[in-house]
């Protein structure tokens, strides 16, 4: 959830801001003068700037100076959504509004001259005013050091983000869609993975390298959390991969009359890892293997044999059951981190069982 108030001097642009958040990023929308219409049609009364600015004062006298915003905040932290509250308009505000964890002040500037052309540009009643007069009265309202009137430079040195509108309205654009990143960054911190996550995307990023396309599998061994060894699916140093020449088939005939058919061309991760401590002298007593599926027949009794106490399996091979059970008997435990089958190309050859 987040609660953006939105701040600008006048014609900065806080209409297109708001319009793009609201739009764009489905950002619910709160403003104070949609609620004091709201408020003045409940109780009756016409809608125009007297009444709508007599309204304002009374309830700030009645209330607190920022009661108006603070039900604005309210309301939208009900919606347990991304809201934006227009507008901000004084030092108090901005300061009852703070007291609330998820606010965020943001202010929309632009040049002077710029500004003040787009309000000519606007041309509503009150805005007919030449340009010296337009800076004298902004000058006028930044000297004003009363927390509850308005003060719009004021309340813009404080916002936590600033845009600068004098450009087009992509650039406008742009600028919001970075500050909304920044802020889903600082609300977000930092999430480190948890072992069984970091060993097993190793665990993955190994098995890129794998060269037989039935089942690109990694292996990883570890203990005490450190790595020893990893490795892939892969032939047997010097002899050509599957990936330039194609797969080496056998087909395995079964008790029960049926035949299977597996590439046998490749050495498997998990005896790849087992080979690379066995050149490199590591020892593999009390280690835990990770590894894409459940190992093999072959694999799963290397791995009980090196003293291996514990197999992660990223996903389920669908002939892993009697290397299940295996690892049962054996008192090697075996942990899946996904419940699901995997699926690899030509599987289906070796369902003819
Ligand atoms: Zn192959
Ligand atoms: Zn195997």
Redesign the pocket.
Known sequence: MLIIGITGTLGAGKGTVVEYLREKQRFSYFSVRAFLIEELQRRGLAVNRDTLTSLANQLRKEHSPSYIVDELYRQAAATGGNAIIESIRAVGEVDSLRKNGSFVLLAVDADAKTRYERIVLRASETDHIDYETFLANERREYANTDPNKQNLQACMKMADLKLSNNGSIEELHRQVDECLERLKQEKEPHQRPSWDEYFMDLCRSVALRAT?N?GRSGCVIVKDKQILVTGYVGSPSHLPH?DEVG??FRKTLHEDGSVSTH?V??VHAEQNAICQAARRGVALEGSTLYCTMTPCRTCAMLIINCGIRKVVADYKYHAGAESEEMFEQAGVELQYIHNEVLQYNNQKQEKSE
Do not use: F, V
């Open positions: 037989c039935r599957c797969h080496l590439c061309r490749t």
